[in-house]
């Protein structure tokens, strides 16, 4: 099988410009910011409301993706995990999985809180979240 | 930014064969299979262990990518949605975020149940599972 292309579908403004300012996950974040959608994917949105929890998908441009093995974060101490046991931005397929609560909704764009991306990240998907 | 490209880390085996006959989402499933990963990618799994639920992303390669609303299944009545508002299949990324119970680990194969996955649909990515 070929490898998959994705498509860009928006891109995150945001206030956290490095890794180390980023809350080391969604469940431990207030951080607030903004979905753009391309115009072009707009009609998808169609449904979303505010106040609803959204499950969004970013790829991480700027992870490495040659890493199979990482030391946790802050802790070295407690050896190499590989990394399908964590949730490490390295990885083969650098892919954020990020539950955001919908603050407001203008046209093709969504006000999200809950941020633990860096801003310009591009965004790949947009999902009603379930849970077991 | 150029398209990016997915590396395919495994496949799943299962016996879901149809789209009819998969549960709608994982939360209503009790369906087990086998996710193989491919051993140049069996390093990354260290530290999973059983009994662990993980979240893992699948390439759905048989979805299309250029509708941007469906129907609800079964339910035409409600109208068309966006699909950024649904769990479709059908969607410009068709990758399907799935939360399943590990049963056991062999090597580079994890039984898994909660599937709600077609037989031989390509894996992208496992992580940990966190919820807010």
Do not use: C
Request: glycine share 8%.
């Amino acid at each position: 099988m070929e490898q998959p292309k994705l498509q860009i579908i928006g891109i995150l403004h945001g206030d956290i410009h490095s890794r180390e300012d980023a809350p080391k996950n969604f469940d431990e974040s207030e951080r607030v910011g903004t979905l753009e959608i391309y115009p072009e994917y707009q009609e998808g949105l169609e449904g979303i409301v505010a106040g609803q929890t959204i499950v969004v998908l970013f790829w991480l441009h700027k992870s490495t993706r040659n890493n199979l093995q990482v030391y946790p974060r802050g802790n070295r101490s407690r050896g190499l995990r590989g990394v399908f046991a964590t949730r490490s931005p390295v990885r083969p397929n650098p892919i954020a999985v990020s539950e955001l609560k919908v603050q407001a909704i203008r046209a093709n764009r969504l006000e999200v809180s809950g941020l633990d991306i860096l801003d310009g990240t591009p965004i790949i998907d947009i999902k009603k979240k379930i849970s077991r």
